[in-house]
């Protein structure tokens, strides 16, 4: 009986991948037709335009799972950190594998994370090591998750209630919200203070670029990210020396990390200022990105859209939320989540999809896939506010998910709700009201318009 019952779960979930993959590869059929039709550029623009989409890779993902959910190849398709090899997998319970297994798969950050703090690693560079224990338990007594509420979300939600009505009727997302915030954070949270605001955002954004988005290594976006980590390492610096030399006892991360050097001297001043450079790389680039991406999708869904307003109206934080992370499922802050194989290993085992991945080989873990795939996750393609929070890998999994993550559950909703309260909420006309990175792979203009 349970051979049976084994069987027939197992030929629903075959059918189950394989219509999912069956109206997708139709979708695209379309898509691609409509790029040949219209658009600018040449053939070849616009179809790469086309399928690399958020839309176009949920459907492209949806093919590869049903027919080929892991597969290997042998060409470097990331040149930025040392492999031989590139292994792509789709299926939600092989992408959470690979997660999992920090042993076989790890995070290959640490040398660059090196070349920003001129020496020693970072925690997020870092395997499940005593190290690593000791210094992300350092700074989870510095970095309260009861501050979230009591300090963190507070200060999120006056920030942007004071920037946005500035820009009553017309707000370059940004610009003038999203990037301020966070911010903010790192300066009055954080205790991270630059000598202007900008300057903290252009540092955070050149070194996020460049430790996690630039794959091919690029000499110009190194240069500039060195740069941004020698000024960041000034300023964190002068911010350690001039509150020892004031005296102030601020309860803030900093003033925390310094008290607990009584009774931790191994946690001294350069130890501290090479944590606070990894928060600070971590939170303003991704939350604002977050942000701008989950309001650009509720844009495009105006049932969504209304509901999000709706909650936002009533001041409904926690509804707001299901409304923005469902609409960030749509359009990730990262769609892959890359790891190098330490040795030749098979995920899937005991399956028709396992598959060896040999030592060195670059892992693209997709969790954007991962969050589609019907047989984890319920009518994937449909917009839905009641998923359970599990169901989301929109920051990491497992030992290296973002050591901010909760702290972004909560602050977005809170960015976010001044805007999506006014009436007749509406993208900018042109190309004003699209996504602009400016060069950058991180939102640089949005802006949107209302009554």
């Known amino acids: 009986m349970t051979l049976l019952k ?66 290997v190849i042998g060409k470097q398709l990331i040149t930025s950190y040392e492999n031989n090899g590139t292994a792509f997998v789709l299926r939600a319970s092989d992408v959470i594998e690979v997660l999992d297994r920090e042993e076989d798969f790890a995070v290959v950050y640490e040398p660059k994370m090196r070349a920003i703090t001129s020496g020693p690693n970072f925690f997020l560079g870092m395997q499940n090591t005593a190290q690593y ?19 963190v979300t507070p200060l999120s939600r006056a920030r942007a209630e004071a920037y946005a009505s500035a820009f009553p009727t017309r707000i370059d997302v940004p610009q003038d919200l999203t990037l301020r915030v966070p911010a903010a954070i790192v300066s009055d949270y954080f205790g991270v203070s630059a000598q202007a605001e900008t300057d903290a955002i252009q540092w955070a954004t050149n070194l996020f670029w460049w430790l996690f988005v630039d794959l091919k290594g690029d000499p110009a976006i190194e240069t500039r990210a060195l740069m941004a980590a020698a000024n960041l ?19 803030d991360v900093l ?37 701008v991406q989950a309001l650009d999708q509720l844009l495009d869904r ?21 409304y923005l992370f469902e609409a960030l499922r749509f359009n990730p802050v990262n769609p892959v989540i890359y790891r190098r194989a330490n040795r030749t290993t098979v995920i899937a085992a005991n399956t028709f999809r396992a598959r060896k991945i040999p ?45 901010g993550a909760y702290i972004n559950r909560a602050v977005i909703p809170a960015i976010l709700r001044p805007v999506l309260a006014r009436p ?22 949005f802006v949107v318009e209302s009554d």
């Open 359 to 403: 030592e060195g080989a670059m892992v693209l873990a997709a969790n954007l896939s991962a969050m589609f795939d019907p047989l984890k996750i319920e009518k994937p393609n449909e917009f839905r506010v009641d998923r359970p929070w599990g169901e989301y890998i929109l920051w990491g999994y497992g030992l290296h998910t973002c050591f």
């Open 233 to 251: 390492r000034a300023a964190i610096d002068a911010a350690i020396v001039a509150r020892k030399a004031s005296g102030e006892t601020k309860d």
């Open 302 to 322: 105006p049932e969504a859209l209304a509901g999000a307003q709706a909650a936002a109206q009533a001041g409904d934080e926690t509804l707001l939320g299901a």
């Open 424 to 445: 007749n909420l509406r993208r900018a006309a042109g190309s004003a009201g699209q996504i602009d990175g400016g060069g950058t792979p991180f939102p640089q203009h």
């Open 6 to 71: 084994n069987f027939f779960a197992a030929l629903r979930a075959y059918a189950l991948t394989l219509i999912d993959a069956v109206v997708a590869f139709f979708s695209l059929i379309a898509v691609t037709a409509r790029a040949l039709a219209t658009g600018k550029g040449t053939l070849k623009e616009r179809l790469v335009g086309a399928l690399t989409l958020p839309s176009s890779l949920i459907k492209i993902s949806a093919v590869f799972r049903a027919v080929l959910p892991n597969f």
């Open 133 to 151: 224990q000791h210094d992300t338990s350092l700074m989870k007594l510095a970095m309260r998750r009861d501050d979230v509420e009591a300090v």
């Open 255 to 291: 003033g925390r990390a310094l008290e607990l050097q009584k009774g931790a001297p191994e946690f001294d001043d350069l130890a501290i200022r090479n944590n606070l450079i990894g928060l600070v790389i971590g939170a303003i680039p991704t939350i604002s990105k977050a942000s």
